[in-house]
């Protein structure tokens, strides 16, 4: 039998080892919430028309941090023009909610048997490569992005961006809000936003083509490295 000392002493033992696992645990969880929250590697979001980008929707099990990504809808566009499309469906390791079902269309029984999200997005990797970004609230996209392709393929998501909402509210301040379903009608793309990535995708594209068309009209463009700039002292003048 172990004497009172040594019984103690191995207590004390057990008792530093675990206090040094959760200390680790912690900072792992402090450092992992900072990266989320600075992203020091995320692209720039631009005012800018590109002629060469990819058009990306992604559905998700919820909007916070710990949501898992379901579906990435993808499309290359070359000069206003579809070249090439990327959509799969992600397992999730956890379940979607029927919120979520209702919303998407997209069930448990559906991912059941698609691709891992390493996996997934190794193959969304190869796809994008460096091409500019294109999207509606795009930058909710990137985010989730960014943290995935670090977690799960230990490098971020670092291509600039180009957000739909954010050039309508420049060009557009009057309307009521510049939710992709307000767009679309007010463009007369569509009736219906379909929540699903591909398709989600796809009318992000023709709205950020029309107001490219808009701004031609207007002179409110200028050349810059990535296609043609947006120049907000001009939106400002003319709205004067």
Known sequence: ???????????????????????????MQRKTAMARSTREFK?????????????????????YDDSEIIEIGAVHIKN?????????????????SPFITELTGITNADVADAPSAPEALADFSDFLGNSFIVGQNVNFDVN??????????????????????????????????????????????????????????LDAMKCYEH???????????????NGMRIQKQRIRKKKD
Do not use: W
Request: glycine share 6%.
């Open 1 to 27: 039998m172990l004497s009172d000392r040594k019984h103690t002493f191995i207590l004390r033992l057990i008792l530093s080892a675990c206090r040094g696992i959760i200390k680790e645990t912690t900072i």
């Open 43 to 63: 692209g720039s979001s631009l005012l800018v028309f590109a002629d060469d980008y990819v058009a990306l929707d992604i559905e998700t099990t919820g909007l």
């Open 80 to 96: 206003g023009e579809p070249t090439e499309e990327f959509e799969t469906l992600i397992r999730p390791t956890v379940r979607i």
């Open 144 to 201: 989730f992005l960014y943290d995935s392709m670090l977690l799960h393929l230990g490098m971020p998501l670092t291509n600039d961006f180009a957000d739909t909402l954010r050039i309508s509210r420049n060009l557009f301040p009057d309307l009521p809000d510049h939710k992709l379903s307000t767009l679309i009608r007010h463009f007369g793309i569509s009736q219906e936003v379909a929540h699903r990535g591909l398709s989600d995708s």
């Open 211 to 225: 107001m490219r068309s808009y701004c031609n009209d207007n002179g409110l463009l200028v050349p810059c490295e």
